[in-house]
DNA sequence: ATAATAGTGTCTTTCAGACAGTATAGT
DNA sequence: ACTATACTGTCTGAAAGACACTATTAT
């Protein structure tokens, strides 16, 4: 983007004063982007008549070298020079799951100056969601194992304190990420910050439970705007194939939102997101479901 | 933030393979932050009986060097190595501001390479809300002249094409900021890009109206996130001095929604979010009004 | 008295939550 | 026939929107 061509306080033009530029000798900060890849997954039952649970899922990769060597991170890696954020998250996401047309929103920059023991890193987090099936995932470099983590983050302890002019407001939630025999526990910490008339949460990791860097604390944060986001967007329909089940997508939302919602209430909020079609899914011991679409509002 | 004690494949510890560590000589982008500081000050009327009016104002600094010199930009500066991205941001506030206690909330990271003709520069935008009594406005460094602008931001042409399968949607609005006899008008484009089933909002700047850089596009993005934010939280108090009256809190909404409210639902909605005391604002020729003040939820 | 604002009451519509009921495939 | 799910109808209460009404001060 260039600007006007007046000439500065050194008698300069704008590209005479770029010719001359030097970026200098001033230290920086590698810049990187950090993946949440969520999607949804059938769990497969026992019972011939029972419909398969749903569960949703995180893909983490495995550290093979220092720091945090063994543990388990989110997949991501540097910004290249010539590329936009977006870009980097995209090249990112297609490596590590093949798949590129897919929900992508960024979310948040984490910028502690001492996240990463090696160096300075500023990381950019991005949510991406994507229909389970068509995934392949690859193992990258740097990296020797990429694995899809069960998800589960629920508060489970309230601390509300009063005397007098000081209060405290503390919620602990655990953030529990599984795989086969592999289970991964974080705790995180929240407080309601109160300085004069403002107030703010701030949240700080209790107990990483293996998960690298902090990670656990992005992860959280992710697992909260799709929480919120889900209510007023169209975001979980990029987790269903083309064709769904209403009861299917209740699920998705239900997952996601970790509580059960009522049949008739959700099917009468998401009537006009979703398209009628004359497919039906026949399955097992029980009246078969009409099968939708989602339908664009305009 | 250190993690195990193993050693990886070339044997080394933690502390042997971060003592052996080297940075590279990747080059790296160099990172900013862009401060939205917002406020909401009377604007004084001619009639003795009125009430003064309220308008929205952004604080912008006139560019004293290439690029983009003489144009208005958002206050900002790079972040140091030792600090975090939100220290650099209150930092960056005080300078511009002297105030140090307001709302203070991070909005997005623009990293597109070619945002600045410079260098790479990624930068991420805060935005902050402070009440308008007790501010200061100093001149910064590398600007000869910081001013609050007024701000409107409105849709003015909306398209919706459908013929057969493709479908464009594009908005196009004003950004107006004035100060004096200053006024910067800037013109965005919003395209709603659908990709298979996917769809989503891109911005464009279609004219910078004056104003540096990509900042137009960042500014209507904070008010965008402002406005929503408000409906659902509780920042509009955080542009409110100690005590104010019901319809002055309505007049803060009301200026930064754009839109006229209805008194009696107004005061409904946020009747549990304000609490009364016994003064009165005696005003001029009509019936005082009472003054409130913010009640935190808990 | 009057202008301008302060403040309240209530009607309607919409929507979320709860729950009870009917319908229908596969074994 | 039975099981598990598919799908619908309706009651309730809360909240949003619209509008009309009363109250009170400084000039």
New interface residues.
């Given amino acids: 983007?260039?600007?006007?061509k007046?000439r500065?306080?050194m008698g300069?033009?704008?590209e005479e004063?770029?010719a001359q530029?030097d970026?200098g000798n001033?230290?920086?900060?590698?810049?990187t982007v950090d993946m949440l890849i969520f999607t949804v997954t059938d769990v497969e039952s026992d019972n011939y008549r029972k419909l398969p649970e749903k569960a949703l899922k995180l893909l983490l990769i495995k550290r093979?070298?220092?720091?945090?060597?063994?543990?388990w991170a989110l997949p991501g890696g540097?910004?290249n020079?010539?590329?936009?954020?977006?870009e980097a998250a995209y090249r990112e996401l297609k490596e590590e799951t093949g798949v590129d047309?897919?929900?992508l929103e960024?979310l948040?920059?984490w910028?502690?100056?001492?996240?990463?023991?090696?160096?300075?890193v500023?990381s950019?987090s991005y949510l991406s969601l994507t229909d389970s099936s068509g995934l392949d995932i690859k193992a990258s470099d740097d990296a020797d194992d990429a694995r899809w983590f069960t998800v589960t983050y629920r508060v489970f302890k309230e601390q509300?304190t009063?005397d007098g002019e000081n209060?405290t407001?503390e919620r602990f939630s655990r953030l529990t990420l599984q795989h086969e025999n592999e289970t991964l526990s974080a705790v995180l910490k929240h407080t309601l910050k109160?300085?004069?008339?403002?107030?703010r949460w701030e949240t700080s990791i209790e107990d990483?439970g293996g998960i690298?860097?902090?990670h656990a604390r992005i992860i959280a944060y992710g697992i909260e705007r799709l929480r919120n986001k889900i209510e007023y967007t169209d975001i979980a329909?990029?987790l269903m194939p083309?064709y769904f089940t209403l009861t299917e997508l209740q699920q998705v939302y239900e997952v996601i939102l970790d509580k059960e919602l009522l049949k008739a209430n959700f099917r009468r909020k998401i009537a006009n997101r979703v398209e009628e079609t004359n497919r039906y899914k026949k399955d097992a011991g029980h009246r078969p479901s009409k099968l939708y679409t989602?339908r664009?509002e305009?």
Same sequence: chains 1, 2.
């Fill in positions: 983007m260039s600007c006007d007046p500065n306080k300069l033009t704008e004063f770029l530029y970026s001033y230290e920086r900060p590698s810049v093979g070298d220092h720091p945090c060597i063994g543990q540097f910004v020079m010539d590329e936009s954020l977006e047309k897919v929900y960024q948040y920059t910028g502690d100056p001492d996240r990463d023991p090696r160096t300075r500023i950019t509300k009063m209060k407001f109160t300085e004069g008339r403002l107030s990483p690298a860097f902090d329909f990029s083309r989602y664009q305009f």
